[in-house]
């Protein structure tokens, strides 16, 4: 088993089409008003995680991109 500290220091590769997927399962929306605080806050903690893997996608991208440079 590989040690923890390698794992982490290593981004794994995110594919474009589980980001979609992911983007669309978990759209941004607007709060209802008779939600609880405690569906809020669910909803935007599943979104927090969509928006950080289409942060690293669009990293590894970028990363590919200034290597062909």
């Known amino acids: 088993m590989a040690d923890r500290g390698q794992l982490l220091e290593r981004k794994p590769e995110i594919p474009k089409d589980i980001v979609d997927w992911l983007d669309q399962t978990f759209p941004v929306v607007s709060p209802k008003l008779d939600e609880s605080e405690r569906q809020i806050f ?8 969509v928006d950080c893997l289409i942060s690293m996608f669009q990293e590894q ?3 590919l991109l200034s290597q062909k440079d």
């Open 42 to 49: 669910y909803r935007v903690g599943q979104r927090s995680v």
């Open 61 to 63: 991208n970028d990363k």
